[in-house]
């Protein structure tokens, strides 16, 4: 399967985040915890350089938690705070606040021994796309947030929500860009919907799903479809239309409509918890 990239798209949002970075002390920076390392952009590493890193592990609902955990090891052993978040029901978002905190204490103590005690720390989301910024943002700011205006100093245009008296978050998150130099990357993006389904064969793509769900997960889908070992994943997404009784005139299987149903399913946690990728299967 052949994923290609736009680097047009990418030049221009680069410079956008260049400049929103210099506003801000730390990054929030939410990835998939399904594809941890798949949905998380490298360059932002480079452009995000001194500032203070909080990774959020999102739809912590849909993955397996025994993954998640290596993964939050994963990550805290290079340097970042990390937070377990299902930005969709709230749960671990009340504690964002503690964790901004935490990764920022240095800057608070340096501002302290200078007598700055009320700047605000400023903190940005960025991600990229369908990883739940939008979700997360409106979790976390809620009701008792209020919105700032335009300051001096502050881009115009850039808006923040006063979350308590020390932290106040930009309003809009920052868009990064799907990053894949291989093709496993690209796959991983196109399971989670962060490629766009346009862009590619939606069968080929549940085929290759199926195929790794029966290597991984093979339980949840001898549970959920009364898959069978000797299926291959072309027979199971067969068997999947069979049951959905998902056919075309003259009672041949939809297996189109099936492939796109059974990768719904998975999107939404329908089959289980389930990760897509492992610390050490790098
Ligand atoms: P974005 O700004 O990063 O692009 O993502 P956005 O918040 O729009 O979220 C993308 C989708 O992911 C939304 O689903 C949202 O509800 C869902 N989502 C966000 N956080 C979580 C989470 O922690 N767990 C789960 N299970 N889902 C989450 P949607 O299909 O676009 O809308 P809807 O089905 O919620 O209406």
Not at 93 to 115: F, P, S, Y
Not at 201 to 212: G, K, M, Q, R, S
Request: proline content about 4%; some cysteine; overall charge positive.
């Amino acid at each position: 399967m052949e994923f290609q990239w736009y680097p047009g798209h990418m030049s221009k949002a680069m410079r956008t985040m260049k400049e929103d970075i210099k506003l801000i002390d730390v990054i929030i920076e939410l990835v998939d915890a399904r594809v941890p390392l798949s949905s998380k952009n490298p360059d932002i590493d480079t452009l995000a350089n001194s500032k203070s890193r909080v990774i959020l592990l999102n739809k912590v609902d849909l993955a397996d938690p025994a993954v998640t955990k290596l993964w939050r090891e994963y990550y805290e052993e290079r340097g970042f705070y990390v937070s377990e978040v299902n930005a969709k029901t709230g749960q671990g978002v009340k504690n964002i606040q503690n964790i901004i905190n935490e990764a920022c204490k240095e800057k608070l103590e340096r501002n302290k021994k200078r007598g700055i005690l009320n700047r605000p720390l400023r903190a940005m989301t960025v991600g990229i796309p369908n990883v739940g910024k939008s979700t997360f943002i409106n979790s976390l700011s809620g009701k008792a947030a209020t919105k700032t205006g335009n300051k001096p100093g502050v881009t115009k245009g850039k808006q923040w929500i006063r979350l308590n008296k020390n932290i106040e978050l930009m309003d809009t998150p920052g868009v990064l860009w799907p990053k894949f130099e291989d093709q496993q990357i690209g796959m991983n993006l196109s399971f989670i919907g962060s490629i766009k389904d346009e862009l590619v064969n939606i069968y080929e793509l549940t085929v290759n799903l199926c195929d790794y769900l029966r290597e991984n997960y093979k339980d949840l889908l001898i549970e959920k479809y009364g898959y069978e070992e000797s299926m291959d994943s072309y027979a199971l997404i067969e068997k999947f239309a069979e049951n959905r009784k998902f056919l075309l005139p003259g009672g041949v299987l939809d297996v189109d409509k099936a492939a796109a149903a059974l990768l719904d399913d998975f999107r939404k946690g329908r089959i289980g918890k389930i990760s897509l990728e492992k610390p050490c299967s790098e």
